[in-house]
């Protein structure tokens, strides 16, 4: 079974509207790590956002959040205000273990490419 | 701070060759890791390091191998070079406890 899901291959979403970004996930594990990464055409890998399994509250990052929702497994990226320079693959990814022990494996989604139109 | 430095960005090798990347991670990051993506497989992980020692490894045969030396800084060799090993290698690394890993640009691998 899959561990890291992204149901939507491409999304095409107007210049300052708002963007969600589906991500679910399976894991046995109590503890683990949920991320958020932006690969630009260039190729890096640019991290967005991280929520451990344990935080009470979601993530925020700038134009950044995270909609955790640990009983439905879903952790959605959500873009506030979109800007062209957000057009990128977007890719959700996750750590099973804790983060004080170490294990820095991360399983990754297949990726949304997000195009913003002007 | 400087952030993940991985060279060369690009590298193009024939068959049976083998290859040396090279990654520095952020100052005082003791934890590096290396995953290969293609179209068809996407992002597969390929193993850690910390304190220079591997502590995990993906489902890659023995010709994918790395190290980490005594200030952190990593590479992985790959030996007799295959046409599916054109890929797009990237690292990664952490700060033990926070959390967050952080990548670098990758290096793009032609094989031909």
């Known amino acids: 079974a899959q561990k890291i899901t992204q149901t939507q291959p491409g999304m095409f979403v107007q210049e300052k509207e708002a963007v969600t970004l589906d991500c679910t996930y399976d894991t046995s594990d109590p503890s683990y790590g949920l991320f958020w990464y932006k690969q630009p055409s260039s190729g890096e890998m640019i991290f967005l956002i991280y929520?451990?399994?344990?935080?009470?509250q979601n993530a925020t990052e700038g134009r950044y959040s995270l909609n955790f929702q640990k009983a439905r497994k879903s952790a959605n990226l959500v873009i506030s205000a979109s800007q062209l320079g957000d057009s990128a693959m977007y890719f959700c990814a996750m750590r099973e273990g804790g983060t004080n022990f170490g294990n820095e494996k991360l399983t990754f989604g297949t990726g949304t490419r997000l195009t913003i139109i002007p | 701070k400087a952030g993940v430095t991985q060279t060369p960005r690009y590298l193009i090798k024939t068959r049976g060759q083998q290859v040396t990347l090279s990654c520095s991670p952020i100052?005082?990051?003791?934890?590096v890791s290396w995953y290969q993506q293609t179209p068809g497989q996407g992002l597969q992980f390929l193993f850690e390091?910390?304190?220079?020692?591997?502590?995990n490894k993906g489902n890659f045969p023995g010709r994918f191998s790395g190290r980490q030396f005594s200030n952190s800084r990593s590479e992985m060799n790959v030996s007799t070079l295959e046409l599916g090993d054109s890929a797009l290698y990237l690292c990664a690394s952490s700060l033990l406890g926070q959390g967050k890993l952080f990548f670098g640009s990758g290096t793009q691998l032609s094989v031909l």
């Open positions: 390091y910390f304190s220079e020692t591997q502590r």
């Open positions: 929520q451990g399994s344990y935080d009470q």
């Open positions: 100052s005082g990051h003791r934890s």
